[in-house]
């Protein structure tokens, strides 16, 4: 099964499994844009759209997905927004835009749906800006972390939807311009994670 035909088969019931388990956290993490309110902002796996309603005003907004049911549900989050945003079909381990095209980049639950996560993370690098800020929030292991049951049904729950077995370092050393500024654990212990990193300034 691949990707795109499992969350066509999970967008109708995608927003009632998914969003009061992580509204929290998205609000937390989306809140960071306006620290440093950036003039372009990236949403990656943009889905149905659940992070829409959380973002700041201000920035012009795009959003990817690759599945067109998902991305039907996000048009209607936005034409209710009142948000400058558009939103583009496409791979996000292939991004159609240009280098340094954003100054933020968003990656919620996507990291660990990819079977490749480090092509996701470096073409994100590649169309950040210098200085441009990466807020990340999925799953992962730590480094060394057993985890033998998430091990294990990694390759049946990637099938379906996601992995459980994403070590996020493993996946950020492919990706050498970034670093962390920020590491906070997010939801189910510390499992869930708040990451933050930067492009280095050229």
Same mark, same amino acid.
Request: aromatic share 6%; hydrophobic share 50%; charged share 20%.
């Given at each position: ?17 998914v ?30 759209g ?11 907004y795009?959003?990817l ?24 079909q496409?791979?996000?381990?292939? !991004?159609?835009?240009?280098? $340094?095209?954003?100054?933020?980049v =968003?990656?919620?639950?996507? @990291? /660990?749906?990819? +079977?490749h996560? %480090? ?36 390759? !049946?729950?990637?099938?379906? $939807?996601?992995?459980?077995?994403? =070590?996020f370092?493993?996946v @950020? /050393?492919?990706? +050498?311009?970034? %670093?962390?500024i ?21």
């Amino acid at each position: 099964m691949t990707l795109r035909y499992g969350y066509t088969l999970f967008a109708p019931i995608y927003d009632a499994l998914v969003a009061p388990f992580t509204v929290a956290a998205r609000r937390r993490s989306l809140a960071l844009l306006g620290e440093e309110p950036p003039t372009d902002a990236l949403l990656v796996g943009i889905g149905s759209g659940l992070d829409i309603p959380l973002l700041p005003p201000g920035p012009n907004y795009t959003g990817l997905d690759l599945t067109p049911a998902m991305l039907v549900r996000a048009r209607r989050r936005v034409a209710a927004s009142g948000l400058a945003m558009s939103l583009d079909q496409g791979d996000a381990r292939r !991004l159609p835009y240009d280098d $340094a095209a954003f100054d933020a980049v =968003v990656l919620h639950l996507i @990291l /660990a749906v990819t +079977p490749h996560p %480090e092509q996701v993370l470096v073409e994100a690098a590649r169309v950040l800006r210098p200085g441009g800020r990466a807020l990340i929030l999925d799953k992962f292991l730590r480094p060394g972390q057993r985890a033998p049951v998430r091990r294990l049904i990694s390759p !049946l729950l990637g099938l379906l $939807a996601t992995r459980t077995d994403v =070590v996020f370092e493993s996946v @950020l /050393a492919q990706a +050498p311009t970034l %670093e962390i500024i920020s590491d906070q654990p997010a939801m189910a212990g510390g499992w869930f994670r708040q990451i933050v990193l930067r492009k280095a300034a050229q």
